[in-house]
T-cell receptor, first 114, second 115 residues
Framework: AQSVAQPEDQVNVAEGNPLTVKCTYS??????LFWYVQYPNRGLQFLLK??????LVKGSYGFEAEFNKSQTSFHLKKPSALVSDSALYFC????????????FGGGTRLMVKP | DAGVIQSPRHEVTEMGQEVTLRCKPI?????LFWYRQTMMRGLELLIY????????DSGMPEDRFSAKMPNASFSTLKIQPSEPRDSAVYFC?????????????FGPGTRLTVL
């Protein structure tokens, strides 16, 4: 079975500071990993993904994520946070053997203060 | 492309009434997913279809819930009878096999309130 854990319900960061939103996963095969963002009263929007190749993945809005196989982690990062980055962030994993289903983490609320 | 379209955006109903949520996936996508989001349980996959055929409905909470996909451009999620605990935001998402390794595109959601 595949699973995703986002250990922090909320992350607070000051504008201009770097941010990290944590994600760890568990799969039986090779993982496909994704980050989505949800703004208030909106659906989830795709940010970035890791399929294979370079462990550092760059995505939309200046976000990036680092795949670490030994730590089974896929943390989301941004060098300089903006107030407009405040939203709910979801990590998701697809196990190669699990068909076309994504398993989502519980979400982490990012609050960026001016 | 208009993206995934869901209707209605908001639905308020009374306990015991039938509720039907609608979804139009992105044209050309052959997978369609229904999710439910609540504060308590987060984002849950209810059911998904491939080429209009239900593949996994293990997330459907009980027999009061049913979903159909009569054609490639339309799906419904029905709750009959509805209960207050069904209050949630329901999302529809679609994707295309072999495209971007399963990047799913989400609709704006339907906020359901059962009084």
């Amino acid at each position: 079975a595949q699973s995703v854990a986002q250990p922090e319900d909320q992350v607070n960061v000051a504008e201009g500071n770097p941010l990290t939103v944590k994600c760890t996963y568990s799969v039986s095969g090779n993982p496909y990993l994704f980050w989505y963002v949800q703004y208030p009263n909106r659906g989830l929007q795709f940010l970035l993904k890791y399929i294979t190749g370079d462990n550092l993945v760059k995505g939309s809005y200046g976000f990036e994520a680092e795949f670490n196989k030994s730590q089974t982690s896929f943390h989301l990062k941004k060098p300089s946070a903006l107030v407009s980055d405040s939203a709910l962030y979801f990590c998701a994993v697809r196990d190669w053997y699990a068909g076309n289903m994504l398993t989502f983490g519980g979400g982490t609320r990012l609050m960026v203060k001016p | 492309d208009a993206g995934v379209i869901q209707s209605p955006r908001h639905e308020v109903t009374e306990m015991g009434q039938e509720v039907t949520l609608r979804c139009k996936p992105i044209s050309g996508h052959d997978y369609l997913f229904w999710y439910r989001q609540t504060m308590m349980r987060g984002l849950e996959l209810l059911i998904y279809f491939n080429n209009n055929v239900p593949i996994d409905d293990s997330g459907m909470p009980e027999d009061r819930f049913s979903a159909k996909m009569p054609n490639a451009s339309f799906s419904t999620l029905k709750i009959q009878p509805s209960e207050p605990r069904d209050s949630a935001v329901y999302f529809c998402a679609s994707t295309r096999e072999g495209s971007s390794y399963n990047e799913q595109f989400f609709g704006p959601g339907t906020r359901l309130t059962v009084l």
